[in-house]
């Protein structure tokens, strides 16, 4: 198992983490348990995390039909309690690793990678692009002790371990992810066995 960072790290969450951590309907809930400061790039919050699927169904709709849920307005409340922070790109160093990222990274990544390079964050995403990248920029490998990447995986199971959530309830939690967010751990995963094991009705 890798090596959980150090507490009160501060993490900055890209769009693909935000959406299966809230898919899971328990986005909040997880944020708050785990002992890391989280941030996410404004770009982020305010232009690529608009909205994901919902189990409840919209009003009208017919019974089996899933509804879609505005993810801007739960950010904006976050932010607010400052269980997140929203962060834009501003100072030169800045704009000189976002420059360097967005050669290999679209927007919103390359502004999430820039900001936790110039602040010694890590970057929790599953996007295996911005992986390479950012472990490239820095000089690490997978599974180092200084891995500057972390996936949707170590959270959930991380936040599983740390609330003693029953196995019941974290089948619910990643068939939600399955089914809102589009999500399945890649086979590279260091929990992509246990996920799927759950996925398919028990661990």
């Known amino acids: 198992m890798p090596k959980s960072p150090a507490r009160e790290s501060l993490v900055f969450l890209d769009a693909c983490c935000l ?3 809230f898919g899971s309907g328990r986005g909040e809930e997880i944020l708050r348990a785990l002992p890391y400061r989280f941030a996410v790039a404004r770009y982020v919050a305010e232009k690529e995390v608009l909205e994901i699927g919902s189990d409840e169904a919209e009003p009208g709709a017919a019974s089996e ?11 904006d409340g976050l932010i607010k309690q400052r269980i997140l922070t929203s962060v834009a790109v501003t100072t030169p160093d800045e704009q000189r690793e976002l420059i360097r990222f967005a050669v290999d990274l679209d927007d919103g990544e390359a502004r999430t990678c820039a ?3 110039t602040r010694g964050a890590l970057v929790a995403t599953d996007d295996k692009k911005a992986i390479r990248v950012l472990r490239a920029a820095v000089g690490q490998e997978a599974g180092s002790d200084d891995d500057p990447c972390l996936r949707t995986s170590e959270l959930l199971f991380e936040w599983a371990e740390r609330e003693q959530v029953p196995e019941a309830d974290l089948v619910q939690v990643v ?3 399955a089914r809102n967010a589009t999500f399945l751990p890649p086979k590279n995963d260091p929990h992509f066995g246990r996920w799927m094991k759950l996925l398919e ?3």
């Open 201 to 203: 009705g028990g661990g």
């Open 175 to 177: 068939r939600s992810i």
């Open 19 to 21: 959406i299966n951590l």
């Open 65 to 75: 039909a899933r509804g879609r849920t505005a993810l801007s307005p739960v950010l």
């Open 115 to 117: 900001l936790a390079m």
